[in-house]
């Protein structure tokens, strides 16, 4: 005989099984600056490629609100090769993958580094892992692009990642606008779920933006690859 205790654990992994975590992770998207100290993400934006600080801290984000339940519910880094996943017992609820760019990447119109095939291959990964365990979690792409205000000064050169094409694409044609415009043109098999402009602070004199956006595929087919479980 099934006690009420019971029934009641019953309702809150259905109400946990069934429920989407959109709404949650927009949410912490929007406030995930308030995580870094000032002008500390400006200086991880400029000195790397900015996925895994981002994510770490959208992680913490979620973590905090979701740490009331307990182990129905873990916010999880580089689970599975995901690199964030919301996983109860079941199995992952939510998998997301990030990478990260400049805008001068973007306005280059993908010569060399191309975000809709980057997510797309990340998407389909993260499908083949969801058919390997046999279940059906929300699936994200996060892009995010740095975006310098203008080029810092020579003499930062040796600390700024990719100080050339900073440099060089520093320009008034490189802004807000006309970036979200290419990012129209060429991310044509993703549904835009959220984007925002978030205030980086400023790092070797220089003004620093990112730019983000959280996309899902329209269609994902799972890579033929296998992708191995990690224990």
Avoid at 54 to 74: C, N, Q, T, V, W
Avoid at 112 to 127: E, I, P, T
Avoid at 209 to 215: D, N
Wanted: hydrophobic share 45%.
């Amino acid at each position: 005989m099934v006690n009420a205790g019971q029934h009641a654990e019953t309702a809150r992994s259905l109400k946990v099984l069934l429920m989407s975590f959109e709404r949650d992770l927009i949410d912490a998207l929007d406030h995930v600056e308030e995580g870094f100290h000032t002008d500390e993400l400006a200086y991880l934006a400029l000195t790397q490629k900015v996925e895994q600080a981002f994510r770490d801290k959208l992680a913490y984000k979620l973590h905090r609100r979701f740490e009331g339940r307990g182990p129905e519910l873990l916010v999880c880094r580089e689970w599975q090769r995901a690199d964030l996943a919301l996983v109860n017992k079941d199995g992952p609820r939510l998998l997301l993958e990030a990478k990260a760019g400049y805008t001068f990447d973007i306005m280059m119109r993908n010569k060399g580094f191309d975000f809709a095939k980057l997510c797309a291959s990340d998407l389909r990964k993260a499908a083949a892992l969801a058919v390997k365990m046999n279940c059906s979690p929300e699936i994200y792409a996060l892009a995010i692009a740095t975006h310098p205000h203008a080029a810092p000064a020579p003499e930062y050169r040796a600390a700024v990642k990719y100080y050339p094409g900073v440099r060089k694409y520093a320009t008034a044609a490189n802004n807000h606008d006309a970036v979200k415009a290419v990012m129209r043109e060429t991310m044509t098999d993703f549904e835009e779920v959220h984007h925002l402009p978030v205030a980086a602070g400023q790092a070797f004199g220089t003004k620093v933006s990112l730019l983000v956006w959280l996309y899902r595929a329209k269609r994902i087919e799972a890579e033929a690859t296998s992708v191995p479980l990690r224990t």
